[in-house]
């Protein structure tokens, strides 16, 4: 079985301040993936970043990046320099490669950021 | 196009009513996903269309019927339901399995009243 945490419930910082999201996952799989999908208001998930098990290099992508690390199963979101738009719920999920046509995407209960400008 | 459009984006319903949820994505992907989330949960998997069959049902009453009746489309058949199914149902999609980037729609908040 698959599960996701996500022990913060809710956040808010001052713009411009940095901001961890932690995210920490539990599978017995060697193969998996995991991701980070934002929420704004408006409703649409918005897919940020994909990792697979096999790739522990930490990835940079603007303001955002994030940290993976297998040895405390953590996959944690960092966004630097925070702005008001960052303001959502954010979602880590997993995925665990258990069979073509029988993968699903396990969600975290979501961090609820707000940015306070 | 990196567009999943979902229509309508809202919906009232009485618990005798019929009614279809619709999705659409012009991406060619092959693997379509309805998810209902509720306020403040995460979204909750309900069925995967998976290059137009029907690969996961997690087990979802009867009320709900998902239809994909090509690639491009994917829809979501209510019958009788009750005021708990009241959420905000999400449509997906991804290239052909569930490990790759998935596509959202901004959803169609449901009420049943």
């Known amino acids: 079985a698959q599960k996701v945490t996500q022990a913060q419930t809710e956040i808010s910082v001052v713009e411009k301040e940095d901001v961890t999201l932690d995210c920490v996952y539990e599978?017995?799989?060697?193969?998996?993936?995991l991701f980070w999908y934002k929420q704004p208001p408006s409703g649409e998930l918005v897919f940020l970043i994909r990792?697979?098990?096999?790739?522990?290099q930490n990835e940079i992508s603007g303001r955002y990046s994030w940290n993976f690390q297998k040895s405390t199963s953590s996959f944690n979101f960092t966004i630097t320099a925070s702005q008001v738009v960052d303001s959502a719920v954010y979602f880590c999920a997993l995925v665990a490669h258990y069979g073509f046509g029988n993968e699903k995407l396990t969600f975290g209960t979501g961090t609820r950021l707000t940015i306070i400008p | 196009d990196t567009e999943v459009t979902q229509t309508p984006k809202h919906l009232v319903m009485g618990m005798t009513n019929k009614k279809s949820l619709k999705c659409e994505q012009h991406?060619?992907?092959?693997?379509m996903y309805w998810y209902k989330q509720k306020a403040k949960k995460p979204p909750e998997l309900m069925f995967v269309?998976?290059?137009?069959?029907?690969?996961i049902n997690e087990s979802v009453p009867s009320r709900f019927s998902p239809e994909c009746p090509n690639s491009s489309l994917l829809n979501l058949h209510l019958h009788a339901l009750q005021p708990e199914d009241s959420a905000l149902y999400l449509c997906a999609s991804s290239q052909d399995f569930v490990a790759q980037e998935a596509f959202f729609g901004q959803g169609t908040r449901l009420t049943v009243v």
């Open positions: 269309y998976s290059y137009e069959k029907l690969s």
């Open positions: 599978t017995r799989d060697t193969t998996y993936y």
């Open positions: 990792r697979n098990s096999f790739d522990e």
């Open positions: 991406m060619g992907h092959r693997a």
